[in-house]
C-alpha cells in the first residue's frame, strides 16, 4: 500500500490542531482537580462560559500573557506549573491570534 506525504501546511495545522486539544484537556484537568464548574471559573478569568468550554474543547486558546495570566488566577495555579505545557502545546500558542477549529 502507497501512503501519500502530507504537506508540511497540513502537518503544521494537524500539529496545532492536537496542541489546542492537548492543552484544553490539561485545562480541564486542573478545573476538575480544583472541583470548580465551568460557570464557577470563567468570569473569573473575564471570560464567557461558552469561551472556557471552547478552551477545554481546544477550540480556542488565549492569545495574550495577560489573558493566560487571568485563566491561571481563576485556576489558582502558578505561573510554572503552566510553563510546562506551554512548551508542549507551543505550536498552538505561536499562532498569532485565537484558535478555533469546527
Keep these: 500500500m502507497k ?7 497540513v502537518f503544521a495545522e494537524y ?5 489546542a486539544r492537548l492543552f484544553g484537556r490539561f485545562i480541564q484537568g486542573a478545573r476538575l482537580a480544583r472541583g470548580c464548574s465551568i460557570t464557577e471559573l470563567a468570569p473569573l478569568a473575564c471570560m464567557e462560559s461558552s469561551d472556557w468550554e471552547a478552551l477545554e474543547e481546544g477550540q480556542w486558546f488565549p ?14 495555579m502558578p505561573w510554572d506549573a503552566m510553563a510546562e505545557m506551554l512548551l508542549l502545546c507551543d505550536p498552538v500558542w505561536n499562532t498569532p491570534g485565537s484558535v478555533h477549529y469546527s
Aim: hydrophobic share 50%; no cysteine.
Design 15 to 19: 500539529r496545532r490542531y492536537a496542541s
Design 63 to 76: 492569545d495574550t500573557i495577560s489573558h493566560m495570566q487571568l485563566i491561571l488566577d481563576a485556576l489558582a
Design 3 to 9: 501512503v501519500a506525504p502530507i504537506s508540511p501546511a
